[in-house]
C-alpha cells in the first residue's frame, strides 16, 4: 500500500513558490499539481486550519474556531488559548478537543497510524492528534509529545532541540533528521506530516517580502530539497503520495487595534457580566462571545461594529437569529457548537506593501509594516496546495477552487478507506491520475446592509463551490 508525506510551509503564499525563492518546490509544482485557487478558512489563522486539515471539517464542525476561543462546555467566561497546555485542560475537562474524528482516529479503525512532527506552536502540533494514547500514532514538539513518553526517547536519541530562531531553520533541521530515522525509517506510518514554522515567524517578524522572510524561505526549501533526495535515495519516492501546502496566506499591517479598550469605551463590559463581551483575537479578525448569547447585546454590538471605520464582513451565528446587516456564519463553516456571536474580519485593501506583496488591514496586534493574517482578504485567504506521486496527474495546474478542508477526504479516498463520507471538503477528483480533466464549479456574491445615521454600512462575501464544497474567495465591506 503507499504511503502519505505531508508537508507544511506555515503561511506560504503561491506566489511565493517560485525559482527565485523556492527552487525545490517550484520542481516539485511543475512536476506535479499546483492548485491555483486554494482556499484557508476563516478565520485564516493557523490552529484551525490545522485541525481542518485532519478533520475534513470547518472550524463549526470541529469545534476549534481559532487561536483564541471560548469553549463555553468548559468555561463560558474566558477566552481560551489554543495551545497545548490549555487544549490539553479543555481535553481533560470535556472529554474532547475537537468535536470531530481526526485522520488520526480514522486511520487507526482501520489499523493505520498518523505520526506528525512539528515546530511551530504547541497548540498546532496537540490538534493533529489529540487522543494519540488511544488512536495511536504520535505528535512530536519541541515542548511536548504524545504519547508523553516519546519525549524522553527522542531526547536521549537525537539531543536537545536547538533553540528557537529566525528563520527557524535549526529546528526544522532537527524535524526532518526526527522524521527521516525515526518516523519514516522505523515507525513506518501510512501518513507522516512535518510542519515548517516559517515563513510565518520571519513574516511577523520582519514582514512579508523581507530579507528575513526571504532567507527563511531559502532555508526551508534547501531543507525540503534534502527530505525529496532521501526519498529517492532510499526508493520511497515511487510509492510515496505528497501534500505540500500552507494553512493561510498573508497582508501587512496598518496598525494595531485594541478591540479590549474600544469595547470597554463603547459601554460594553467584561464577558463575565450582563451586557458584557468577550473579544477571542485572531490577528485579521476577531471573534465576539456575548455573555449568555443575549440577543440585544449581540444586536447592539453588531451596530457598533458596523460603524467603525476598521469593521470589514460581519458574521452571526444562526443562534442570534439574522441580525440586520450581518451574514449567517455558517456561510463561512463558522457556526457550530462553539461558535460565537459574532466574528468579524477587517477591513481591507488591495494596495502592496513596499515589496510588492499586496494586501493592507489593521491587525488585533503587531506593528505597522509587519506580516499578518486572520482575515477575510483575498490574500490571506489564498494559500498554497501541491501535489505530487502515483496517485496524481504529472504537470498540471488547476484552477478549480480547492482548500485545506480537501486534503483529509482526498486522502482517505487514495488509500482506500472509509471515514471521508461526513467530512465538509471533498475529494479533488481532477487531481487524481485517473479523474476528469476539470470539474464544474460557481461563484456566488453574498450582501447585506444596514443603515445609520452617519451612513450605510453594506458588505459583501464571495464564496465559491465544488463538488458540493463551499470556499470563501473574500470578504469586506464599505461604510458611506
Request: aromatic content about 8%; charged content about 20%; proline content about 6%.
Amino acid at each position: 500500500m503507499s504511503s502519505f508525506l505531508i508537508v507544511v510551509f506555515d503561511g506560504l503564499q503561491p506566489s511565493q513558490v517560485v525559482p527565485e525563492l523556492m527552487p525545490n518546490l517550484s520542481r516539485f509544482a511543475d512536476e506535479g499539481v499546483f492548485f491555483a485557487w486554494n482556499h484557508s478558512i476563516f478565520p485564516s489563522v493557523t490552529r484551525l486550519n490545522a485541525a481542518t486539515m485532519v478533520t475534513g471539517r470547518l472550524s463549526g464542525g470541529h469545534g476549534l474556531a481559532g487561536n483564541q476561543l471560548v469553549a463555553r462546555d468548559y468555561d463560558s467566561n474566558r477566552v481560551l488559548d489554543a495551545m497545548e497546555p490549555d487544549l490539553a485542560r479543555l481535553a481533560d475537562a470535556t472529554g474532547k478537543v475537537l468535536l470531530a474524528p481526526t485522520l488520526a482516529d480514522i486511520l487507526s479503525t482501520h489499523g493505520q497510524e498518523y505520526t506528525a512532527i512539528g515546530v511551530g506552536t504547541s497548540g498546532n502540533a496537540y490538534v493533529h492528534n489529540p487522543t494519540a494514547d488511544v488512536a495511536g500514532g504520535a505528535t512530536i514538539h519541541p515542548e511536548f509529545t504524545l504519547p508523553g513518553s516519546l519525549h524522553e526517547h527522542l531526547a536521549s536519541r537525537f539531543g536537545p532541540w536547538p533553540a528557537e530562531d529566525r528563520p527557524n531553520t535549526p529546528r526544522f533541521v532537527h524535524a526532518l533528521r526526527i522524521m527521516t530515522e525515526h518516523i519514516l525509517s522505523e515507525r513506518g506510518p501510512t501518513v507522516a506530516l512535518a510542519w515548517s514554522s516559517e515563513p510565518d515567524k520571519s513574516q511577523h517578524s520582519a514582514g512579508v517580502g523581507s530579507e528575513l522572510a526571504n532567507r527563511a524561505l531559502r532555508e526551508a526549501d534547501a531543507e525540503f530539497g534534502g527530505l525529496l533526495a532521501w526519498l529517492q535515495e532510499t526508493g520511497r519516492e515511487r510509492d510515496t503520495n505528497m501534500f505540500v501546502l500552507s494553512d493561510h496566506g498573508y497582508s501587512t499591517i496598518t496598525g494595531a487595534t485594541d478591540l479590549n479598550s474600544q469595547l470597554r469605551s463603547a459601554g460594553f463590559p467584561p464577558g463575565n457580566e450582563q451586557g458584557g463581551v468577550l473579544v477571542a483575537e485572531q490577528g485579521g479578525s476577531a471573534l465576539f462571545y456575548v455573555h449568555e448569547s443575549d440577543l440585544g447585546t449581540t444586536d447592539r454590538l453588531a451596530q457598533w461594529l458596523m460603524q467603525q471605520p476598521w469593521c470589514g464582513a460581519l458574521l452571526a451565528s444562526d443562534s442570534a437569529g439574522g441580525v440586520q446587516g450581518t451574514l449567517p456564519a455558517s456561510l463561512a463553516g463558522v457556526d457550530g457548537p462553539r461558535a460565537p456571536e459574532l466574528a468579524m474580519a477587517f477591513r481591507w485593501e488591495d494596495r502592496a506593501n513596499d515589496l510588492g506583496y499586496p494586501g493592507h488591514a489593521p491587525s488585533t496586534s503587531g506593528a505597522e509594516g509587519l506580516g499578518q493574517h486572520g482575515g477575510m482578504s483575498r490574500h490571506e485567504m489564498r494559500n498554497t496546495l501541491i501535489a505530487r506521486g502515483p496517485a496524481f496527474k504529472s504537470g498540471v495546474k488547476l484552477e478549480s477552487p480547492s482548500g485545506n478542508v480537501d486534503m483529509a477526504p482526498t486522502l482517505l479516498h487514495v488509500l482506500g478507506f472509509s471515514g471521508g463520507e461526513a467530512m465538509d471538503g471533498r475529494i479533488l477528483h481532477e487531481a487524481l491520475s485517473a479523474g476528469p480533466d476539470r470539474i464544474d464549479w460557481t461563484t456566488a456574491g453574498y450582501n447585506a446592509e444596514r443603515e445609520f445615521a452617519a451612513g450605510t454600512y453594506r458588505q459583501r462575501i464571495g464564496v465559491s463551490v465544488a463538488g458540493g464544497s463551499a470556499y470563501v474567495d473574500e470578504g469586506n465591506s464599505t461604510f458611506e
